[in-house]
């Protein structure tokens, strides 16, 4: 329930994605928004409106002169406390009116009436590839984002009238998504972050091989809130079933080898790296390119075992290392084990967590440690507990920056 008691205004243009705004509402909805849905006429040839207000469970508006609203000023009404506006699809048209501040219709209105400092405005446009790159739509595009508008996509692939390229509009996941990083504090703007998740697999054969329980869950969830705090996320990660989170660039990694080579080759541009894959100890020393089989009546064979790179200590050994952020996974006496890792790595701070506890699971108690605290993070959703931890790391970051000053 990320967007709880937020009230959002949800704009509908004319376009094909029209459709896609029924799921959107009730993605909203899913998340604990009040959604007011709001029409243009062009709109309502591509959608409904009774399908919008069974999804929100309120009345749709699109008529500027609308008698149910009792001052008969349905702009101000509908804008006065939403939180935010967001325009899904928005249409070429619409974008066009938005940048030259047209207000003919009680969405484009609505969204000139609205108050700047307490109610953002985010446009999802959708359009033709053609409407998209023409030069007027760049144009008022600029204009938008000069003017403060988040502008979400569009996408690139196939489009409904058979061609291909950019103007697609964002899924409605990804929307809500990024509505959600909208409420968050920009903390990390302009930051790199690098970080690692999930296990490794490390070979032993092409069919078989030694990896770890863990899920990637807190790794995922440390890129998804370093971006909701503006910055820009790479994810090195190892296998796991998650989907990357929307505006993070993911790299796929099998072994530790390779995880230390692509974590590496990021690592000099990164302001801060966050090691949070469980990587294998050990590898196999000789990984069999061909199955092994197992021979009747005989004892299996070794395996020898060779020992993989530190990461989190190559990075931190850097000449000029991001700043460097661990985690420990322990068993028993776990201040006293992240205290160690913190001496023997040389990082700033160690995320220590109860592994039988933490692997897998959805919410999670959390002890960071550095060196003059330990601050115990109470039990709470992975996302909850990524979202303090980049708070901690912001402020890490600017004092590093003072210091340095
Ligand atoms: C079948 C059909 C599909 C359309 N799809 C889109 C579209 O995806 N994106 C877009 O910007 N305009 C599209 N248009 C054009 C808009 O509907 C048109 O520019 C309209 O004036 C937009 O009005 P509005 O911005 O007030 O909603 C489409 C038109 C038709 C007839």
């Not at 990320?2 to 896609?20: C, D, N, Q, S």
């Not at 006065?80 to 928005?90: E, F, G, T, Y």
């Not at 692509?262 to 000099?268: K, S």
């Not at 995320?351 to 959390?366: F, K, M, P, R, S």
């Amino acid at each position: 329930m990320e967007l709880a008691g937020r009230k959002i205004v949800l704009g509908i243009t004319g376009g094909i994605a029209a459709y896609k705004a029924c799921e959107l509402a009730r993605r909203l909805r899913e998340q604990g928004a009040e959604v007011q849905a709001v029409m243009t006429a062009s709109a309502r040839q591509f959608v409904g409106a009774a399908s919008l207000q069974a999804l929100t469970g309120r009345p749709v508006f699109d008529d500027l002169w609308d008698a149910r609203v009792p001052d008969g000023m349905a702009h101000i009404a509908l804008s006065r406390d939403a939180d935010a506006i967001v325009v899904a699809p928005a249409s070429a048209n619409f974008l066009a009116k938005l940048a030259h501040g047209l207000c003919d219709d009680l969405l484009s209105t609505l969204v000139l009436a609205r108050r700047r400092e307490q109610c953002q405005l985010l446009v999802a446009p959708a359009m033709n590839v053609e409407m998209w790159e023409q030069a007027a739509t760049q144009r008022n595009v600029v204009q938008l984002l000069l003017d403060g508008v988040q502008v979400l996509g569009p996408a690139q692939g196939d489009q409904a009238c058979g061609e291909t390229g950019a103007g697609r509009m964002l899924e409605p996941d990804e929307i809500v998504a990024d509505l959600i990083a909208a409420f968050q504090p920009k903390i990390l703007r302009g930051r790199r972050v690098l970080i690692t998740a999930g296990p490794t697999f490390e070979a032993i054969d092409p069919v078989r091989g030694i990896t770890n329980r863990s899920s990637g869950k807190m790794g995922y969830a440390l890129a998804r809130a370093a971006h909701e705090a503006g910055a820009v996320v790479t994810l090195v990660s190892g296998p796991t079933g998650l989907a990357a989170p929307h505006g993070v660039a993911r790299i796929d990694v099998d072994g530790a080898a390779q995880m230390h080579e692509q974590v590496l080759a990021q690592a000099d541009t990164a302001d801060v790296f966050i090691a949070v894959a469980a990587v294998a100890d050990w590898r196999a020393a000789e990984p069999s390119t061909t199955k092994i089989k197992k021979q009747p009546g005989t004892q299996p064979a070794p395996l020898p075992l060779a020992t993989n790179p530190d990461i989190l200590a190559s990075v931190a050994a850097l000449p000029a290392p991001p700043l460097c952020v661990g985690f420990a996974a322990e068993s028993e006496r776990l201040v006293e084990n992240a205290r160690a890792k913190l001496a023997a790595k040389g990082v700033t701070m160690i995320i220590a967590n109860q592994v039988e506890a933490a692997l897998g699971a959805d919410a999670v108690e959390l002890v960071l440690v550095d060196a003059s605290t330990t601050r115990t993070l109470p039990m709470a959703p992975k996302l909850k507990q990524a979202r303090r931890i980049v708070a901690a790391i912001a402020q890490r970051l600017d004092t590093r920056m003072e210091s340095t000053q």
